[in-house]
């Protein structure tokens, strides 16, 4: 078997069923869910080695390893989690699933509604960080995890671990925000609500019954992921990736792919349509939309953090302005003024927002030295 | 984890009142933190712009936020910090005065330590026509961090500009010693200097 060096090897999702309804912060209830979910590593006796990782807008359970020994591509942080890796599966049990509302395996639009037998589309609700993380605290009910040793997660991931931070206070003893914002800005949601508006206009949307229609909206679902894409990435990166060069010795004065960003912008938002479901776009972005703990707290971040008993780590990257470190400080002051212990790192970085799946040595060195201190200190 | 504490921090670590909340700016590798933590119940943050040194600081447990003090202190509020610490880093500032009324802004009470540009042997190689390199301030002229030395005379006489009040002084030789010589004549021998500033009415 050919397994590269430090990766968890090959590994085979699992689909867990919770029978019990999960309230939701819309108003609605699912009467049972499923949630998809890997692990790796081993869970210690003490049940106090686990980590949960939180997956932002287009992730997975699928976070590291293979699932077979010849597939081509390993799991969406495999550079980060693996035996020796930063998150070190030698020392943690690490768990991975796939949230309320996507599109790989766990309950959302694509999974039929007990109602009707039909697919939800549509009619499945609206979810919150919160219901994520209640659901969340489910999964780690059954895995018999009572506190987490770290919870930990970039973008919508680490919107994910201020609410555990904040809302399970006992259940999670370190808290790594990466790449992440205490809510999101008005041009945030603006970039959202473009994307939303490519997806609800494209005629093969059909009011999100595309299933029963056998049309995707995939016109919708490219633009949208393409506009992402320009924002995930640095004006300097594009820069020193593209540059502005024709493909062609002289213009061709049409439409067709010129420039080298528009190839790269047209593959990736090509190959998102193959991968992603259009309804669970539209639900993560509003989910992003929503979070903000300040609201929850009658308006202070400061009084929302005063919950929480976990230590923090919070991360940012230089090049990142999507969420630019600005937005991380932002969590580190009101921790401050909450009287919580954190400490920041400001990464040099060149590529933007994906720098936070990138192996940067000066990033992934602080994640391994706090997250090793995690694995000494104990609870 | 056990390396000795450095012999500015070692001298100004008494002054830090028990169980106080303190940040510490420029807080290298965290040893400061660490030992207070450890010694007087302190609780608290350094700040610190290199990168090896927040990492240090992360290893040792130390609460560290990445920041440039040339930026202000803007993430804290009046009055947060008990003991504001800055050793040493005073004269590598763009504007160290106005960093000293931002520690007095977020802190009770302000510690700076800093080297004396008074002392006798700076004052011999000036006369000399020479820029100094001493045992205090090893680096050259063209590769020094240090680009706003002072004298003790010339910090107190910015103190009694800004009416922050001088609550303690301690004036030592390199080695972080009191002596016969500095006590008679104190901007001449003094090699480290040592304030803790109040603002007024405190």
Known sequence: MNTPVGSVGVVTPQKLVFEEALALDCGRSLPRFELMVETYGQLNAAASNAVLICHALSGDHHAAGLHSEDDSKPGWWDNCIGPGKPIDTDRFFVVALNNLGGCKGSTGPVSLNPDNGQPYGPDFPLLTVGDWVRSQARLADRLGIRQWAAVIGGSLGGMQVQQWAIEFPARIRHAVVIASAPELSAQNIAFNEIARQAILSDPDFHGGRYYEQGTVPSRGLKLARMLGHITYLSDEAMRAKFGAELKAATPAFNFDVEFEVESYLRHQGQSFVDRFDANTYLLMTKALDYFDPARDAGGSLVDAYRAAQAKFLVIAFASDWRFSPARSREIVRALVAAGRAVSYAEIDSQLGHDDFLMPIPQYHGVLRTYLARVAEEGP | ?202
């Open chain 2, 1 to 202: 984890m056990n390396t000795p504490l450095r012999a500015d921090l070692a001298a100004l670590s008494p002054w830090i009142p028990e169980g106080a909340r303190i940040l510490d700016l420029g807080c290298g590798d965290g040893g400061l933190l660490a030992h207070l933590a450890a010694r007087r119940g302190v609780h608290g943050y350094g700040l610190e712009i290199d990168p090896a040194n927040v990492a240090a600081c992360v290893a040792r447990g130390v609460n560290v936020i990445q920041a440039d003090l040339d930026q202000g202190l803007s993430d804290f509020a009046d009055g947060a910090f008990d003991v504001v610490v800055m050793s040493q880093a005073l004269q590598a500032l763009q504007r160290p005065d106005a960093v000293v009324a931002e520690m007095l802004r977020v802190g009770q009470s302000a510690i700076v330590t800093f080297p004396n540009f008074g002392h006798w042997r700076v004052r011999r190689a000036l006369l000399a026509g020479r820029m100094p390199v001493t045992p205090s301030l090893p680096e050259r002229w063209f590769d020094t961090p240090n680009i706003h030395l002072c004298t003790v005379a010339d910090f107190e006489d910015l103190c009694a500009r800004r009416g922050w009040s001088i609550s303690r002084r301690a004036l030592l030789d390199r080695r972080h010693r009191e002596s016969l010589a500095i006590r008679l004549l104190p901007n001449l021998f003094c090699e480290q200097a040592l304030y803790e500033l109040r603002r007024p009415g405190r």
